[in-house]
């Protein structure tokens, strides 16, 4: 199983995207939700995080800018990025560290396939 990220793209520095994170349509729930970024020649770092209870958590980096949620009916997580700058500039991924298929059965740190920002200045 994978989750479905999208919603990149290429913006202005100082504008707006919106990603989303999709997981599958048969899946009971998520657990925590991350969205992750990796730049290039860098290693992935965590942006933000949504418990299901909705507490979140995001990195220095873009506390004020970034925020994320998510819809526990649709199983989907959003990352509302505003004021985007240059650095920001990475593939985007989500993650999920417990995925419920229903009853017992779950799936442990299930990534989607990336998503791409560009930010030109």
């Known amino acids: 199983v994978q989750l479905q990220a999208s919603g990149g793209g290429l913006v202005q520095a100082g504008g707006s995207l919106r990603l989303a994170c999709a997981a599958p349509?048969?899946?009971?729930?998520?657990?925590?939700m991350g969205w992750y970024r990796q730049a290039p020649g860098k290693e992935r770092e965590l942006v933000a995080s949504?418990?299901?209870?909705?507490?979140?958590k995001y990195s220095d980096s873009v506390k004020g800018r970034f925020t994320i949620s998510r819809d526990g009916a649709k199983n989907t997580v959003y990352l509302q990025m505003n004021s985007l700058k240059p650095e920001d500039t990475a593939v985007y991924y989500c993650?999920?560290?417990?995925?419920?298929?229903?009853?017992?059965?779950?799936?442990?740190?299930?990534w989607g396939q990336g998503t791409l920002v560009t930010v030109s200045s």
């Open positions: 993650n999920t560290d417990k995925l419920y298929y229903g009853g017992s059965s779950y799936a442990l740190n299930v």
């Open positions: 349509a048969n899946i009971f729930a998520i657990n925590v």
């Open positions: 949504i418990t299901r209870g909705g507490g979140t």
